[in-house]
C-alpha cells in the first residue's frame, strides 16, 4: 500500500509529515512518487493565508474529478490533517471528498478509523495511542533533521490561526528530547533544528528552554543548533546569553516584530513595543559581538502588511523598524483574514494592490541591509553546511543561514561542514571556494 503527503505551510508541518511517514512505514506503508500513485492522500494543510487554503480544495477536487471520470482507478483514501482539519466551514465543504479530518496530535488514534472503513492491511501492530511527537520520523535527508520540542500555542496573537488549529502549548519531555538528538548525532545528523511555535516558552518542569538549549549543546560530537520560532515577548536576558555563548547554536536569531507601529502591534496583541523590540535587539547584537566577536551575525524577522486599518504613516514605522534593524532576512506577509481569528473581525480594508506595493517597497529596503550585511562576509573564511551539488557547483549554508555557492570538484560533500573562503556577496547568496 503506498502512500503520499502533501505538506503545505511551515516547518513545523514538515516536520509533522516526516513523523506521519514514520509512523506509516513502520504500518508497512511504502512511500509514493505522487498523489497519482498514492492509494492513501494525506493533505497536511495551512490555514494561514488563503492561497495555501485555496490549493487544498482545488487538488482534493481534482484528484476526485480524476476517478469519476475513470471509474477503472481505485478511489483513494484521503485524509485531512493539519491547521484546517478542525475548521467546520472546511469540513462542510470537503464533507463528500476526504475521508478522515483530525488533528495532527490525534493521528496514530485517529487512523485507526480508516484501517476499519476501508482494506487496509497492516504488517505491524505498533500502539495508536503514542504521542504524535513521540513518533520516530522519517527525515528528508541524513545531515539535517528537525526536532519539534513544543506545540500549541498560548499566545492568540489576532491575525493567527494556531491556537485553534493545534490548541494549547504541549512541551515534550527534555528526556525523550534529548535521547531523539543523541540517536541522530549517533546516525552522523550535522544539523539539529529545534522547532515549536514558541520555543522560547519551552517548559518541561524546571527546564526552560535556555537549560535545554545548554543540554543539547552539551551533547558530544560536531554539530549545529538552530532554533525557530521566538516569540520577543518571551526573550529573557538568560535566553540572549545562553544562545550567543554556546558553541553549537546558530550565529542567526529569528524575532518576529510583525509591525513597527506600537498600535498596530497592539491591534494583533502581541505584547511589545517598538522600543521594547529593539532593545532586544541591541542586546541580542551586543552579547553575540561578546561572545562571538569574530564571527558574522543574522538577524531575521516576520512582517505582515495590510493589516487592518494600518495606515500609510503606520506602514511606514515597519520601514523604519526595518533600517533600524539592519535584517539578513524579512519573510513578509500580505494580511489575510482567517475565520475564526479576533482580526476575522476586523475590517479587511487594505487593498490587494496596496498590501503589494507595500511589501515590494519593505523589500527594497531588505535588499539593501541584506547586500550590505553580505560584503562583509567577504575575504572571511566560514563553516558551510553543504546542501547538494549541481554541475561543478556545491550549494550549502553558513551559520547564519547565508545560501553558499561554492566552486568545488571534490566528490561527496553533501552533508558535511566545510571550510569555504567567501570571495563575492550577492544580494540572495554568497559565493567562495573551498579553503
Ligand atoms: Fe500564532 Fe502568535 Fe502563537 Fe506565533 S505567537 S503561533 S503568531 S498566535
Request: aromatic share 10%; hydrophobic share 35%.
Amino acid at each position: 500500500m503506498k502512500y503520499y503527503i502533501k505538506t503545505f505551510g511551515c516547518q513545523m508541518n514538515v516536520s509533522d509529515s516526516e513523523r506521519i511517514s514514520g509512523f506509516l512505514e513502520a504500518k508497512g506503508y511504502k512511500s509514493a512518487q505522487g498523489l497519482s500513485e498514492a492509494a492513501l492522500a494525506i493533505f497536511n494543510t495551512c490555514g494561514v493565508r488563503q492561497m495555501a487554503e485555496d490549493r487544498v480544495y482545488g487538488q482534493i477536487h481534482n484528484l476526485r474529478k480524476a476517478e469519476n471520470a475513470n471509474p477503472r482507478l481505485t478511489p483513494k483514501t484521503i485524509i485531512l490533517t493539519g491547521c484546517l482539519a478542525n475548521r467546520a466551514d472546511v469540513q462542510k465543504r470537503l464533507k463528500n471528498k476526504v475521508d478522515l479530518f483530525c488533528e495532527i496530535k490525534d493521528f496514530p488514534k485517529e487512523f485507526k478509523k480508516i484501517l476499519k472503513t476501508t482494506n487496509h492491511k497492516l504488517q505491524t501492530t505498533a500502539q495508536e495511542n503514542i504521542a504524535y511527537l513521540s513518533i520516530s520520523p522519517k527525515h528528508k535527508n541524513n545531515f539535517s533533521a528537525y526536532v519539534p520540542i513544543m506545540t500549541g500555542c498560548n499566545n492568540f496573537c489576532a491575525y493567527c490561526v494556531v491556537p485553534y488549529a493545534r490548541g494549547r502549548e504541549v512541551s515534550r519531555p527534555a528526556a525523550e528530547i534529548l535521547a531523539e538528538i543523541k540517536s541522530l548525532i549517533k546516525k552522523g545528523y550535522k544539523e539539529i533544528i529545534l522547532l515549536g511555535q514558541n520555543v522560547n516558552s519551552y517548559k518541561d518542569k524546571k527546564i526552560n528552554f535556555s537549560q535545554l538549549l545548554k543540554k543539547v549543546d552539551a551533547i558530544h560530537g560536531n554539530f549545529w543548533i538552530q532554533f525557530m520560532s521566538n516569540h520577543p515577548k518571551d526573550v529573557t536576558d538568560e535566553m540572549i546569553e545562553t544562545v550567543a555563548k554556546l558553541p553549537k547554536v546558530f550565529e542567526s536569531f529569528h524575532l518576529p516584530i510583525q509591525a513597527g507601529s506600537d498600535e498596530i502591534i497592539r491591534k494583533m496583541n502581541r505584547k511589545y513595543t517598538a522600543k521594547q523590540y529593539l532593545t532586544l535587539v541591541k542586546k541580542i547584537k551586543k552579547a553575540y559581538q561578546k561572545y562571538k566577536p569574530d564571527l558574522p551575525f543574522a538577524l531575521t524577522s516576520d512582517i505582515i502588511v495590510g493589516f487592518p486599518g494600518e495606515t500609510k504613516k503606520q506602514f511606514m514605522d515597519s520601514a523604519k523598524i526595518m533600517k533600524l534593524a539592519k535584517y539578513d532576512m524579512v519573510f513578509f506577509g500580505q494580511f489575510s483574514p482567517r475565520p475564526g481569528t479576533a482580526a476575522w473581525q476586523m475590517k479587511d480594508n487594505i487593498s490587494k494592490a496596496e498590501k503589494v506595493r507595500r511589501e515590494q517597497f519593505l523589500n527594497e529596503i531588505l535588499k539593501k541591509t541584506v547586500h550590505a550585511n553580505n560584503k562583509k562576509y567577504v575575504e572571511q573564511v566560514l563553516d558551510v553546511l553543504v546542501e547538494n551539488k549541481k554541475d561543478d557547483h556545491y550549494f550549502g549554508r553558513t551559520r547564519t543561514m547565508k545560501n553558499v555557492k561554492i566552486v568545488a570538484t571534490q566528490q561527496n560533500l553533501i552533508g558535511k561542514i566545510v571550510k569555504a573562503k567567501i570571495t563575492k556577496a550577492n544580494t540572495w547568496n554568497l559565493e567562495g571556494k573551498l579553503s
